[in-house]
T-cell receptor, first 114, second 109 residues
Framework: DSGVTQTPKHLITATGQRVTLRCSPRSGDLSVYWYQQSLDQGLQFLIQ???????AKGNILERFSAQQFPDLHSELNLSSLELGDSALYFCASSVTLAGYNEQFFGPGTRLTVL | EDKVVQSPLSLVVHEGDTVTLNCSYEVTNFRSLLWYKQEKKAPTFLFMLTSSGIEKKSGRLSSILDKKELFSILNITATQTGDSAVYLC?????????WGAGTKLIIKP
């Protein structure tokens, strides 16, 4: 158990809908990262927040947005969902701002878009 | 464009065998190279390497980095069925990790 929690574990929804994924980082970690992992694909970095501020952006679609709250938990919002958005979404956290250090991963949220 | 390439993509061996997994990279502003193990769900951290030629070891697993030739290897000796997993390599550059596609390792009893 990494200490990073994510909810929900599974989410099934229809195309065109909007969902929110939630992540709580390890105690003391200020950085939160969001990743997408499609079937048989590698991890795709989406976005990083550090202490409430956006710090780095990867291949995140405009339909997706995220934020980090004062209590450091983070939410990833996915809207106008398409079939291709079906994937595992991971949240990871680390102590430092620098994203090149060890990151601790949550158990993931499996999103299925029908 | 930054890239991380792992090979082989898939590997099937028998219990007790030794395996070597490869990770090569072309990344600007290299900061670190990390290995993770992914079984059913979340990747779990194995090693972080920042200096060339210094082997990191944990039980039957070891890893080394060559910053001149831009690659790293992960060795697993005396493999066990519990080593079956996808092994992910990630290279740290500035604010993010750039991930390889992974090597799927299957250990047959």
């Amino acid at each position: 158990d990494s200490g990073v929690t994510q909810t929900p574990k599974h989410l099934i929804t229809a195309t065109g809908q909007r969902v929110t994924l939630r992540c709580s980082p390890r105690s003391g970690d200020l950085s939160v990262y969001w990743y997408q992992q499609s079937l048989d694909q590698g991890l795709q970095f989406l976005i990083q927040y550090y202490n409430g501020e956006e710090r780095a952006k990867g291949n995140i679609l405009e339909r997706f947005s995220a934020q980090q709250f004062p209590d450091l938990h983070s939410e990833l919002n996915l809207s106008s969902l398409e079939l291709g958005d079906s994937a595992l979404y991971f949240c990871a956290s680390s102590v430092t701002l620098a994203g090149y250090n060890e990151q601790f991963f949550g158990p993931g949220t499996r999103l299925t878009v029908l | 464009e930054d890239k991380v390439v792992q090979s082989p993509l898939s590997l099937v061996v028998h219990e007790g065998d030794t395996v070597t997994l490869n990770c090569s990279y072309e990344v600007t502003n290299f900061r670190s190279l990390l290995w993770y193990k992914q079984e059913k769900k979340a990747p779990t951290f194995l090693f972080m390497l920042t200096s060339s030629g210094i082997e990191k070891k944990s039980g039957r697993l070891s890893s080394i980095l060559d910053k001149k030739e831009l690659f790293s290897i992960l060795n697993i000796t005396a493999t066990q069925t519990g080593d079956s997993a996808v092994y992910l390599c990630a290279v740290g550059s500035n604010y993010q990790l750039i991930w390889g596609a992974g090597t799927k390792l299957i250990i047959k009893p």
